[in-house]
């Protein structure tokens, strides 16, 4: 598991400009994807620990009281390349638009066993997801992204793989 958990804050006056989560990412924990969010920028504030942050090629050295800001549309992952601390953090998505509920989804696929080895969202579910929740895998262009999030997306449905399951959240 690459987090060892995350906790939300948010604030309904603010009518859906941000969501904040805390995070704790665990020893040897990670993001498993190198991704991008076209449409929201990502903050990072390091509370304890130290975290690694690959944005746009270049290694970040993050500790206790750094800040950074991920433009939206830069691709990026980060770890805690730590054996034995785990790192706090808060992250703040800006706009909200459907993270929390996309966060829901991929800790309840998790949970249930239905992701690779690695963390990592299989596939068929990554392409019915990524236009619903507005994050794609670095790589590809975003365009093409979404067409195969429509084409492919309509595959996955038949196999029984959705962009949404009730049992995670209700929205």
Known sequence: MFLSGARKRTDKKHN???????????????????HIHPSQNEHFEIVSG???LELN??????????KIIVPKGKPHQWWNDSSDTTVKMKVKFEPALKTEIFFEQFFGLANDGKTKTDGSPKFL????????????????PVSIQKI?????????????????YKKYSEY
């Open 16 to 34: 859906g400009k941000y969501i904040l989560f805390d995070f704790e990412v665990a020893p040897k924990g990670y993001v498993p994807v190198r």
């Open 50 to 52: 130290t975290l690694r």
């Open 57 to 66: 090629g270049e290694i970040k050295h993050l500790q206790a009281s750094d």
């Open 125 to 140: 579910q990554v392409v019915a997801m990524s236009n619903e929740y507005d994050i794609y895998i670095s790589g590809p």
């Open 148 to 164: 195969m999030g429509c084409v492919l997306g309509e595959i996955a449905k038949l196999a029984g793989i959705k962009k949404y």
